[in-house]
């Protein structure tokens, strides 16, 4: 029997990286790694925090739809974004898209920390679809690190979402005149921070879904993720 050369096994996982790097390069949202000089023209979710304040509620539904729509197609591929996941790795183009910046460090992490079970075979999952052990956390974690993100766009960056949201569930607390739209972004938020915990969400798709839900699809989205960026 002719054995294989030890190093065959990592060449394979990177061509299998360099796959679905080229797969993801046809995503709309997604952005992968670049040069400083083409992000020249676009702006971060952070620097446009910083100029000219919050998002509004509608727009900040419509960016998280896409950034959560990209991160649940990387996810499919068993590639978790971690602590790449933040307001300066979120930008908007100059026609008003949403790019979700995905270094290749994330592909790089993939090769080294599933080593000896990379690419997850499917039998791994749960019986209720999820994936089992140390990914499935990664994924979880993605999600709260995305909560972090929207509560940003939706707060800005002075107030503790884990406490507000104590206040929000505290029974003295009467929300009376709220949207129904509004709840139903705290209840989305509240589920989001919880991934992985009771009450809380387990996969990313998940979340697209409940975004939608919330009537994103009958915004006009270039026009207020544009309007967003230009005032």
Known sequence: ????????????????????QVSLSHHPNILLDCSDTELIDLDSLHDLLTSAGVLPTEVAVEVMTKIAHSLSHIHSFQLTVGNNLTLESIYIDGQGEVKLFVPSSVFENAIELFEDQWPVNVSAQSQYGQMCGPLQEKLEDDIRKLA???WQVLYGFEVDPLMELEDWASSEKVLTGVAVELLSVRSLLFRMLRAGFPEGYHDMQSVVIDLWEL?????????????????
């Not at 002719?2 to 996982?13: F, N, Q």
């Open 1 to 20: 029997m002719v054995l294989a050369p030890p190093e065959s096994s990592t060449y394979d996982k990177k061509q299998i990286c360099e796959d679905i």
């Open 215 to 231: 009537g994103v699809v009958s915004f006009p989205s270039k026009q207020n993720t544009r309007r967003a960026t230009t005032t």
């Open 148 to 150: 972090d993100v929207f």
